[in-house]
């Protein structure tokens, strides 16, 4: 397992470009805060993909934030990416693995036990749970799960891989980020809460604070 720092990822997402340069808004959060960026886009041709992939990758060039790419495998290694990070409709895990090689980031979407326990099988660096709450970023068929339903997979995935990193998504903002790190986070995955407020790095600054507070309100 590689070690992942996953206490804010920051998901540049292909709506994002009303607000402006995806790879100039990556860059900005790796330098507030961030400790991996996602990139996500839905409707983009592959070759888009590569390109815009490639150049988010080069503008994080010396900030040491890695860039994961969601869904594609191949993007990420066309475009010289740290990782992918994949959905239950996605490439399997092992073949991933297999195609990107053991120093790639893998990280993989958490909706239920069943995934859970897919995550817990899998040669995986990190899963992700949700959606936590509800959100508007992207069409989701599966009601969020909740505290409570974190807090249940979190507990599952504790009992079969207590140092895998475990994330929360969708729905998350400050007070949330809060919640979900009392209940067991190891950080946030967000897209407008830090890319559609109106001072980028002023809300991935807070973010990350009220992330790492939350941690240390663990017990040691």
């Known amino acids: 397992m590689n070690r992942v720092d996953y206490r804010l990822n920051a998901i540049v997402d292909g709506s ?117 709450f509800e959100t508007l970023s992207k069409h989701n068929p599966d009601l969020p799960v909740g505290i409570a339903g974190f807090s249940a997979l979190r507990s599952h995935i504790a009992r079969g891989l207590p140092r895998l990193p475990v994330g929360a998504i969708a729905g998350i903002d400050i007070a949330r980020a809060r919640e979900v790190v009392r209940a067991g986070a190891s950080g946030v995955a967000v897209i407008a809460a830090i890319f559609r407020a109106p001072d980028v790095a002023a809300a991935t600054q807070a973010m990350r604070r009220a992330v790492d507070d939350a941690l240390g309100e663990r017990p040691a």
């Open 16 to 132: 994002l470009r009303d607000v402006g340069d995806l790879a100039a808004l990556a860059a900005a959060a790796a330098a507030h805060g961030a400790t991996i960026v996602q990139y996500r886009d839905k409707d983009a041709s592959t070759r888009a993909l590569v390109g815009q992939a490639a150049a988010i990758r080069a503008a994080l060039t010396g900030t040491g934030v890695p860039l994961v790419v969601n869904d594609r495998v191949d993007v990420a290694l066309a475009a010289g990416a740290d990782g992918v990070h994949l959905g239950r409709d996605d490439m399997d895990a092992a073949t991933a693995r297999r195609l990107l090689g053991p120093a790639a980031i893998i990280g993989m979407t958490v909706k239920n036990a069943a995934d859970a326990d897919a995550a817990l099988a899998a040669p995986v660096d990190y899963a992700c749970i949700g959606g936590v």
